[in-house]
């Protein structure tokens, strides 16, 4: 092959290298989250409302902040499952005990794929009207629920001006689940200022954007 011919070739393949490159470079900016598989969870649900303020239900919140973060989640490239999509209980007619039935069901389904992170989505209450913010809890069962809960909690922080700490659990759920995770509490239905912006969709999709960005974080 003539030298000119030779070089052409290497010129051409350079090229090409470089434009594949640079496409991989900005599909990872765009969607960070490519081909991540997260579970969402929202809490409660059907017969189990969950916390109540009046009319209002714990369980109807946090399902629409939890459909707004599958959205923003799958905008990053994620793989999104829900335990639930919709107003309804997920244990069965049998179970004696259907709190533990509901919650051993969302252990199954997270075990159904294989499921990177899951985020159990609440709201939390407080006999102090004054209890306030956002706060995440974890089980040590996992060595990186820590470090979720840590970089969850630094965007809370800075995202929504919490000042609350993270926390350790040991509830049923998550002392039984070995995939990373956390529990998050959006804010506290019992606080009157708190009660008004989390059922505010501007305040849902904030929070939305700030789990992204933690789990993006948490990935990288």
């Not at 793989?79 to 997920?90: A, F, G, K, N, S």
């Not at 990186?144 to 609350?164: G, V």
Request: charged share 30%.
């Amino acid at each position: 092959m003539p030298y000119k011919k030779y070089m052409f070739f290497i010129l051409l393949t350079f090229i090409i290298s470089l434009a594949i490159f640079s496409k991989t470079n900005a599909m990872i900016n765009e969607l960070p989250l490519l081909g991540r598989i997260v579970f969402v969870d929202p809490g409660h649900g059907g017969r189990d409302p969950g916390t109540m303020y009046k009319n209002l239900m714990e369980k109807d919140i946090v399902l629409d902040i939890s459909l707004k973060l599958r959205d923003t989640l799958m905008e990053k490239g994620a793989i999104v499952y829900m335990t639930r999509d919709e107003d309804e209980d997920l244990s069965s007619r049998w179970d004696e005990r259907k709190k533990r039935g509901d919650l051993y069901r969302r252990l199954l389904m997270y075990k159904d794929v294989p499921t990177e992170v899951y985020l159990s989505i609440h709201i939390n209450n407080d006999n102090e009207s004054s209890s306030h913010g956002a706060e995440v809890l974890y089980h040590p069962i996992n060595k990186e629920n820590e470090r979720l809960a840590k970089i969850l909690m630094k965007n809370f922080e800075n995202d929504l001006k919490t000042s609350r700490v993270i926390k350790k659990t040991d509830l049923y759920m998550y002392r039984n689940t070995t995939i990373p995770g956390v529990l998050i509490e959006c804010g506290f239905l019992s606080n009157s200022n708190e009660r008004y912006l989390l059922q505010r969709e501007s305040y849902q999709k904030k929070l939305a954007s700030s789990i992204t960005n933690s789990v993006i974080e948490f990935f990288n």
